[in-house]
């Protein structure tokens, strides 16, 4: 692999992004954590230990929730409209400074810069369309079938939200919680990934600037996310746990919350069949592909994770995937001329040799990459696998790497059949120039979402979410995400 190590351009640079990382964000102030401790960031491009930020204790998680509490009546008294203008003024301040947050991504997710350019644009949006959802909330109004009273349905605030969120987002999964939340009329405790921290403070210093009051964000990192999580969901003024990240660590959270009546929202694992048909336009399945699959180096719970091509142009396929997978250029995601940055750490770099040795010797022939690197950073090479069979390991877990693992298919009724063929129903994509047989599928393949023809999906106006074991409830969307952080309230009123 050639693999370029271009990291920040300079000392200044490299100290701009250390102020990031100046304390828990808890009731407006910055503070350490109750007993001093403290977690490594590491840039997976070097290795290198790039800052520090406190290792909250269940004491600091109780003071982010009382300082939620303490901020929850003014919160959700303020007028829509001007919740409505400080979300737009967050919005504002992410887009001027898109830029110096998409470096920071890259250097504490390692993904490439126009990955993370993308994901501020998108998490930045977020806020846009919240502030105009805020003054949108409406109730219901009605006469009851008796005739002896009017119905009146109100919805308010659902109260204080815990929010958890993974590292291979770390500006997108929070804003897609914190801005409807805040819409709403909740105050929020984020706790972001302990490997990509730093974007969540960089945030919340925004948010303060935007003129959103102390307490209503507050922000604390841990090494111990457990018994911290459950300290807060343990507090009876908590009401909401909206969680992303894998399925095994949603079970436990879904597990904990009952014990206290919370409600939960879920965004869980994924393993997104892409689905080509002889007839699709293969040009533009393969870009689409790229996009599936090469989104952030292939950690998304979105990504094409089984590719199923229909026989007719399945070596056609499979050798314009790998054209286009081997020219790609790895490196540091802050190196501008990068197109695949490093996985997030050696543990997920081992995962992904562990899959693809597997399916290699179940027999997928290697089209190319396929052999982790070997130096500093945690590299994966972009791999396409042709001929993977359905026994393999990698077609039942999520990849979560550059890895392309394709199969064969003939008919129609067999594919829908293998699609549905997993404990997920998160994303899936089919290719086909026949728009009944493509509404037709999209009716029938077990997922929350499908992309026709398109290798994105992700919007913030559109509902984003999954079913069976990728999740609960939806984010996003014209009112399905803020109504997540909403509880209807009846009025029966005599006439």
């Not at 790039?50 to 290792?55: L, M």
């Not at 470096?103 to 806020?127: C, M, Q, V, W």
């Not at 219901?140 to 079938?145: D, I, N, Q, S, Y």
């Not at 994303?427 to 979402?449: C, H, Q, V, W």
Request: net charge negative.
């Amino acid at each position: 692999m050639n693999i370029s190590h271009q990291v920040v351009a300079d000392d200044q640079d490299t100290a701009d992004f250390h102020r990031f990382s100046h304390g828990l964000y808890i009731g407006g102030q910055w503070r350490q954590s109750a007993d001093g401790t403290e977690i490594q960031v590491v840039d997976p491009s070097t290795e290198a230990v790039i800052a520090a930020v406190p290792d909250a204790t269940i004491e600091d998680a109780a003071a982010a929730v009382e300082a939620a509490a303490r901020a929850a009546d003014g919160w959700r008294t303020t007028a829509p409209r001007k919740r409505s203008e400080i979300l737009r003024n967050c919005f504002e301040l992410m887009t001027q400074r898109s830029e110096t947050l998409a470096t920071l991504i890259s250097l504490e997710n390692g993904k490439a810069l126009p990955d993370a350019r993308g994901e501020i644009a998108y998490a930045a949006e977020f806020f846009r369309w919240n502030a105009e959802e805020a003054v949108r909330i409406t109730g219901e109004f009605g006469m009851a079938p008796s005739g002896t009273n009017r119905i009146v349905v109100d919805y308010e605030p659902i109260g204080i939200c815990v929010l958890v969120t993974p590292w291979n987002f770390p500006a997108a999964m929070a804003t897609r919680k914190i801005a409807p939340a805040l819409a709403a009329g909740c105050t929020v405790i984020l706790k972001p990934a302990s490997e990509t921290p730093l974007t969540a403070y960089a945030l919340a210093a925004l948010y303060q600037e935007a003129g959103v009051p102390p307490g209503v964000v507050n922000v604390l990192t841990t090494s111990n996310p457990g018994p911290v999580t459950a300290a807060m969901l343990a507090d009876p003024r908590v009401r909401k746990l909206s969680f992303t990240g894998s399925t095994c660590v949603g079970r436990v959270l879904l597990a904990e919350a009952p014990k206290h009546v919370v409600s939960c929202s879920m965004e869980l694992g994924g393993n997104a069949p892409f689905l080509v048909f002889d007839d699709a336009d293969l040009d533009a399945a393969v870009d689409g592909a790229m996009v599936a699959k090469m989104r952030n180096a292939g950690e998304a719970c979105t990504a094409a994770n089984r590719i199923y091509v229909q026989s007719g142009v399945y070596d056609a396929f499979g050798e314009s995937l790998a054209r286009r997978m081997s020219a790609l250029k790895i490196g540091a995601g802050t190196d501008a001329a990068t197109e695949c940055g490093p996985m997030i750490t050696r543990k997920a770099v081992d995962k992904i040799d562990r899959l693809v040795n597997d399916a290699v010797a179940r027999g997928a022939r290697v089209l190319c990459g396929g052999k982790a690197g070997s130096g500093t950073g945690y590299y994966y090479p972009p791999t396409v696998l042709c001929d993977v069979p359905a026994e393999a390991e990698m077609a039942h877990e999520e990849i979560f790497g550059p890895v392309a693992p394709i199969s064969r298919f003939e008919t129609e009724a067999e594919i829908i059949a293998r699609a549905n063929d997993t404990e997920y129903g998160l994303a899936a994509y089919i290719y086909t120039r026949d728009l009944a047989r493509g509404m037709r599928l999209a009716s029938r393949i077990e997922a929350g979402m499908i992309a026709l023809n398109r290798g994105l999906m992700s919007d913030p106006a559109a509902p984003f979410g999954g079913v069976k074991q990728s999740g609960l409830g939806r984010e996003g969307g014209q009112h399905h995400g803020i109504a997540e952080f909403m509880e209807a309230k009846y009025l029966a009123i005599s006439i």
